[in-house]
């Protein structure tokens, strides 16, 4: 059996094979759900309110009990990332508003982007160099950590009291008894 499914208000419909991601249908009929986890039910950006047909869904994933509150699971609310299209019949969805979700990271970086334009050129120049010390103090950090790293390793494998030298030493005891 098929599942006729709908996106309101002006959303795209049309049939679906059941066990269909409800957000790869909505990919299928060239409909944009957000989906900042790729689908591992890690945000609520692709969160849609289910209008009728919620019983021809699958049962609520972790992920969804997770990033959903009580009240939007009983408003109806899935992610679309997570549930399936399961039984045949009509399906009708309507995305959850910006407002009452997580924003993307499209979305915070079209508004970083935003903002960033607007400010004057001092402190779009005050503001890059601070991005910058951030990111070089990040990468210094790092090759700090690798060094100290790779130098225990080189030290626990040539002093004789490090911790890595002992099974050497007891491997040389064993083989002279």
Do not use: W, Y
């Amino acid at each position: 059996m098929s599942v006729e499914i709908k996106f309101q208000p002006d959303g795209p419909s049309g049939l679906i094979a059941e066990g269909t991601c409800v957000l790869d249908a909505a990919r299928r009929l060239g409909f944009h759900i957000p989906a900042d986890c790729e689908g591992r039910g890690e945000c609520d950006t692709c969160a849609v309110t289910v209008i009728t047909g919620a019983t021809l869904l699958s049962d609520l994933t972790d992920g969804e009990r997770k990033q959903l509150s009580a009240e939007r699971l009983a408003g109806g609310q899935r992610l679309a990332c997570q549930c399936k299209a399961e039984h045949g019949g009509e399906l009708v969805m309507r995305l959850v508003a910006p407002t009452e979700r997580s924003r993307t990271t499209e979305e915070k970086t079209r508004d970083l982007r935003k903002e960033f334009s607007e400010l004057p050129f001092e402190r779009k120049m005050a503001t890059l160099v601070q991005l910058e010390t951030i990111a070089v103090s990040q990468a210094l950090n790092t090759i700090s950590e690798a060094s100290i790293s790779f130098g225990k390793k080189i030290f626990d494998s040539v002093l004789p009291g490090s911790d890595s030298a002992k099974p050497d030493r007891q491997e040389a005891e064993d083989k002279r008894v």
